[in-house]
């Protein structure tokens, strides 16, 4: 058994962080993925918040900083307290489920950021759908990704746990 519970926990979401400095395709990461695992495991709010973040900006700071950083930044401390709902007993059916409602809010609030202050749109209801009409093919690859690193990060935590190589729970 692994003595430190914290310690895979982390482990899973700096690994996990690490796979966006691999070749993959648009908007295919792992971000809102440990968001969400990390509110589900980690003991406080503070460290369900400031451990996927501070992973993000590690990888953050190998790939560049951009403008939206901040923003991304507040929306991954804001899908740690949805994580917060699930928990090792959580289903797939669950965990599933809210990655992809969390993953439409994600698409939203990011793409009418972009919208706002790219300068890419006109700041009118046409540029407004230009710009969600343009973000359309980015929105499978990022549905794909959260649901394939949630299941990554969720399912290997089950396996840990069901094979008793971890405690129950982190909490």
Known sequence: MFRSNLFIVILF???ASATRLLPHPPNFSPILAISLFGGAY??????????PVAAMFISDYFLGFHDLMLPIYALMVAFSFVGRSLSDNSGALKIGATTIS?????FAVTNFLVWLTSGMYTLDFSGLVACFVMAVPFLQNQILGDLFFSGILFGGMYY????????????
């Open 13 to 15: 979401i700096l690994a």
């Open 42 to 51: 980690l003991t406080h709010r503070w460290m369900a918040a400031l451990i």
């Open 102 to 106: 969390s993953s439409l809010a994600f």
């Open 160 to 171: 840990l746990v069901r094979n008793r190589l971890v405690a129950v729970t982190v909490k």
